[in-house]
């Protein structure tokens, strides 16, 4: 059973999401040690103005109480986990055309097929295709046309 206060950790999780939007970061991440086997690991991603924690408290631990009102909107469920999650194998900026103005290269309900550019990451000057990774249906883009993506950052989710 855990000795720290569950009411800390939330209190510590929001101060966070709250740095984060206060100083227009993208993202946070710290290990919070309590004792040899008992620690927090805390993740807080920004992304299209939705906060999401990806949280791994031990075992024992009891669920986080809502946050109050007047707090940003924390989601513990991470897309990146997502068994159909294409996630960025770079650092760069995503697009999702060719081109301004130009049609999408996908949008969410098509359909692809394995193989078919679905977006562009800009990295170094150097336009890198995409692909899908399986055929499937595109289920939600989580990235803006243009933005900034980070290593492993989930873009879509293709089931």
Do not use: C, W
């Not at 999650?85 to 394995?114: D, I, K, R, W």
């Amino acid at each position: 059973m855990s000795k720290h206060s569950t009411d800390a950790d939330v209190a510590f999780i929001q101060a966070l999401a709250e740095i984060l939007n206060t100083n227009e970061l993208t993202e946070i991440s710290v290990k919070r040690d309590y004792a040899e086997d008992d620690s927090l690991d805390v993740r807080v991603v920004k992304q299209a103005n939705v906060v999401q924690v990806a949280a791994a408290a031990p075992v024992a631990a009891p669920s986080a109480p809502a946050a109050p009102a007047g707090v940003p909107a924390v989601a513990i469920d991470d897309p990146a986990q997502h068994p159909g999650a294409l996630t960025s194998p770079m650092v760069g900026t995503a697009y999702l055309a060719a081109e301004p103005g130009a049609t999408p290269f996908a949008t969410v309900g098509a359909q692809v097929s394995e193989g078919q550019t679905v977006l562009i990451i800009e990295a170094m000057k150097t336009m890198n295709h995409i692909p899908a990774p399986r055929a499937g249906t595109i289920k939600r883009i989580l990235v803006e046309d243009g933005s900034a993506v980070e290593f492993g950052a989930p873009l879509m989710i293709i089931e």
